[in-house]
């Protein structure tokens, strides 16, 4: 059984950090990521990470969001420094294994107060 358990998720200042963890298990995943949904708005991806360490971003969390991940624990992390009150959604983890199949957490809310 897949399981995707995030931690990391609070409230912050404009300009702050925080790290998400997502912890996965039950399946060998070759993509991993972070996604997002802001009330009253589409769920978006934030940025992903394949197994081989290639990375992608949204270009407005670029420079300020770093994603990564130890193989060995199948967990993927997502740092974020300077934080904005635009960052303020709910973050998903998200994996993918080997036959396409997508799996999500169940979401740890970041608040970025002005």
């Known amino acids: 059984q897949v399981q995707l358990v995030e931690s990391g998720g609070g409230l912050v200042q404009a300009g702050g950090s925080l790290r998400l963890s997502c912890a996965a298990s039950g399946s060998i995943f070759v993509i991993m990521g972070w996604y997002r949904q802001a009330p009253g708005k589409q769920r978006e991806l934030v940025a992903t990470i394949t197994s081989g360490g290639s990375t992608n971003y949204q270009d407005s969390v670029k420079g300020r969001f770093t994603i990564s991940r130890d193989n060995a624990k199948n967990t993927v992390y997502l740092q974020m420094n300077s934080l904005k009150p635009e960052d303020t959604a709910v973050y998903y983890c998200?994996?993918?294994?080997?036959?396409?199949?997508?799996?999500w957490g169940e979401g740890t809310l970041v608040t970025v107060s002005s």
């Open positions: 998200n994996a993918e294994t080997v036959l396409r199949r997508k799996y």
